[in-house]
């Protein structure tokens, strides 16, 4: 069974840095690429971005690029995000999702709320 | 970026009845791909390839379209299905969902 557990969330200053991690089992976590998406408190949907299955190509939306970081530990079967300098639109709860279906987003973690408030 | 237009974005539904759910896209996608989010659990994927139902998924539920005009069908609604719905689309980067329809039970 695909397992997902993203972890680091938490309330954060604006201006702050956060890690956010997302240990995954039951799938060989090293043949895919990983996404990680988000949804604000009004419910709308994200796609923050996503990383190839060795780590070695990232894709970011556009709005996030310069302050957001994929990384992944194969070894450790372990999704990272790296958010900086964040801002209060970036509250919401943060998911990482695995791929089957022909769809990046088959199998979702429970997600982890991010708070930016001062 | 392709923008996905759901509608309506509330509605509510007896028991057995007939449910319709829509997207519209800025732009004509390939595929549509559809989600269901109860409460405060995570988004599940219920369709992709705009017809074909993920495993488990009822039959109740189907899915169709093409373009830019993309439909989600409950046959008989239960109250199981009481959720938001987002529709997605892959054809184009970046990824984009539609606001979502809430489905409340009637």
């Known amino acids: 069974e695909v397992q997902l557990v993203e972890s680091g969330g938490g309330l954060v200053q604006p201006g702050a840095s956060l890690k956010l991690s997302c240990v995954a089992s039951?799938?060989?976590?090293?043949?895919?690429?990983m996404s990680w998406v988000r949804q604000t408190p009004g419910k709308t949907m994200e796609w923050i971005g996503d990383i190839k299955y060795d780590g070695s190509y990232t894709n970011y939306a556009p709005s996030l690029k310069n302050r957001f970081t994929i990384s992944r530990d194969n070894a450790k079967s372990t999704l990272y995000l790296q958010m900086s300098n964040v801002r209060s639109e970036d509250t919401a709860t943060y998911y990482c999702s695995a791929p089957n279906y022909g769809s990046p987003f088959a199998y979702w973690g429970q997600g982890t709320l991010v708070t930016v408030s001062s | 970026e392709i923008v996905l237009t759901q509608s309506p974005t509330t509605m509510a539904a007896s028991p057995g009845e007939k449910v319709t759910l829509t997207c519209l896209a800025s732009?004509?996608?390939?595929?549509m791909y559809w989600y269901q989010q109860k409460s405060s659990a995570s988004p599940k994927l219920l369709i992709y390839?705009?017809?074909i139902l993920a495993s488990g998924v009822p039959d109740r539920f189907s899915g169709s379209g093409s373009g830019t005009s993309y439909s989600l069908t409950i046959s008989s609604m239960e109250a199981e299905d009481a959720a938001i719905y987002y529709c997605l689309q892959l054809t184009s980067t970046p990824p984009t969902f539609g606001a979502g329809t809430k489905l409340e039970l009637k």
């Open positions: 732009s004509s996608v390939n595929y």
């Open positions: 390839y705009t017809s």
């Open positions: 039951g799938f060989t976590f090293s043949d895919y690429w």
